[in-house]
């Protein structure tokens, strides 16, 4: 599992804990060794939360609403804090922030195992 990091305000990814087998690597490198993360970004940070579905009791099927998940105050902290940090290099390589933004696709015939990004 590794760290995935948009930054939000370039491509409205938030920060989040992914498997490697669904990314693609690619040639594209940028020096992210001065960025400091925050301690509390552990496995239990990124773990999905458990919510309370609604017990339907007699005479209470529609009156009680589903829980939503919401993101906490200390994930848009995070995220910010990140995002400073990653935004000024971001801007620092050539094309870097058009080629975060751009959607990646494959069309027919096109396979990312014979591809050189």
């Known amino acids: 599992m590794f760290l995935l990091i948009g930054p939000m305000k370039v491509n409205g990814v938030p920060m989040r804990r992914i498997n490697q087998i669904y990314c693609i690597a690619s040639k594209t490198k940028v ?9 509390r970004l552990t496995d239990e940070y990124f773990k999905k939360k458990k919510l309370r579905k609604p017990k339907h009791q007699e005479g209470e099927i529609f009156d009680e609403a ?20 990653l935004l000024p290099i971001v801007k620092a390589v050539p094309h870097m922030k058009g080629y975060l933004q ?3 696709f494959l069309s027919t015939k096109q396979y990312p195992h014979e591809m050189a990004f």
């Not at 020096?31 to 301690?39: A, F, G, H, Q």
């Not at 589903?66 to 940090?85: A, F």
């Open 66 to 85: 589903k829980e939503e998940y919401t993101v906490s105050d200390e994930r848009k902290e995070d995220q910010l804090k990140v995002d400073r940090q």
């Open 31 to 39: 020096d992210i060794s001065k960025v400091e993360l925050p301690d």
């Open 102 to 104: 751009s959607p990646f």
